[in-house]
């Protein structure tokens, strides 16, 4: 059984401030790249370390804000990576 203190409650709730940041940062920087982008790219865009924005690309596609455009490129360690955007909005708007 976990205890919840003020501290540990303090903690969670910047944990999940940053997170939000954080997919703001991705969402931002692929509005800004409209026919989308990979994980690294869209880091060196933005200027994050992978390992802080990656995870946002796993939260934000489950909820459908970004999906995958079918292209692949070639990321910093030779792979294909999923060039990924903004999910369009009714209307046609990206």
């Known amino acids: 059984m976990s205890r919840r203190t003020d501290t540990s409650a303090?903690?969670?709730?910047?944990?999940?401030?940053?997170?939000?940041?954080?997919?703001r940062v991705v969402?931002?920087?692929?509005?800004?790249?409209?026919?989308?982008l990979t994980v690294d790219e869209?880091?060196?865009?933005a200027g994050y370390p992978r390992y802080s924005?990656?995870?946002?690309f796993t939260?934000?596609?489950?909820r459908q804000a970004i999906i995958d455009t079918g292209?692949?490129?070639q990321n910093v360690s030779g792979a294909k990576a999923i060039v990924w955007r903004i999910m369009p909005r009714s209307g046609g708007e990206a």
């Open 10 to 23: 303090a903690a969670y709730m910047g944990i999940l401030s940053s997170m939000a940041r954080l997919e």
């Open 27 to 36: 969402l931002e920087t692929l509005h800004s790249h409209p026919t989308g």
């Open 59 to 62: 939260a934000l596609k489950e």
């Open 71 to 73: 292209l692949r490129r």
């Open 42 to 45: 869209t880091c060196a865009a």
């Open 53 to 56: 924005l990656q995870p946002r």
